[in-house]
T-cell receptor
């Protein structure tokens, strides 16, 4: 069965510094990978996805993620964090072989950006 | 499009009562998902439908939970009887052609069972 792990419950970073939110996955075949963000009392908003092609995927709000098949990772990154980036971030995966419909989420990582 | 619409936004009910949560997916989307979010268990997939047919209900916690999708524009999640441990935020999401095109989430229903 596919699974997603986000090893950090919380990531703290100063405004203007680069940020990384980690995600590893376990899926046989070729997964589709996603990042979502959740602001307080809101639903989940799509940030970016990897299906195939370039390992570096660019998404909304200046975020990007790097797919690494050998390390089964899909870490979320941003070169310069903003206070407004503070939110709960979820990594998610479908699979195996992508388009099965079922999206499984990691446990979430709280990003706290301090001014 | 107005996105995925869930109602009600908040529901407070007494233990033992029946609760019905509603969802209207994005028009044209052929997959619909129900998730539950709690602090302890995070986001759990309860059930999902493809073309109005339930595909996987292995995440439904017990027989007190049931979900229906009578047509392409409406789905319900029912809890009968409700218990305090059912208190959570319930999200509905829809997508086109499964995972590859992304999922759009509703704003959720915050359920409190007292």
């Amino acid at each position: 069965a596919q699974s997603v792990a986000q090893p950090e419950d919380q990531v703290n970073v100063a405004e203007g510094n680069p940020l990384t939110v980690k995600c590893t996955y376990s899926v046989s075949g070729n997964p589709y990978l996603f990042w979502y963000v959740q602001y307080p009392n809101r639903g989940l908003q799509f940030l970016l996805k990897y299906i195939t092609g370039d390992n570096l995927v660019k998404g909304s709000y200046g975020f990007e993620a790097e797919f690494n098949k050998s390390q089964t990772s899909f870490h979320l990154k941003k070169p310069s964090a903003l206070v407004s980036d503070s939110a709960l971030y979820f990594c998610a995966v479908t699979g195996p072989s992508g388009n099965t419909g079922k999206l499984i989420f990691g446990q979430g990582t709280t990003l706290q950006v301090k001014p | 499009d107005a996105g995925v619409i869930q109602s009600p936004r908040h529901e407070v009910t007494e233990m033992g009562q029946e609760v019905t949560l509603r969802c209207k997916p994005i028009s044209g989307h052929d997959y619909l998902f129900w998730y539950r979010q709690t602090m302890m268990r995070g986001l759990e997939l309860l059930i999902y439908f493809n073309n109005n047919v339930p595909i996987d209900d292995s995440g439904m916690p017990e027989d007190r939970f049931s979900a229906k999708m009578p047509n392409a524009s409406f789905s319900t999640l029912k809890i009968q009887p409700s218990e305090p441990r059912d208190s959570a935020v319930y999200f509905c999401a829809s997508s086109l052609a499964g995972g590859g095109y992304g999922y759009t989430f509703g704003s959720g229903t915050r359920l409190t069972v007292v």
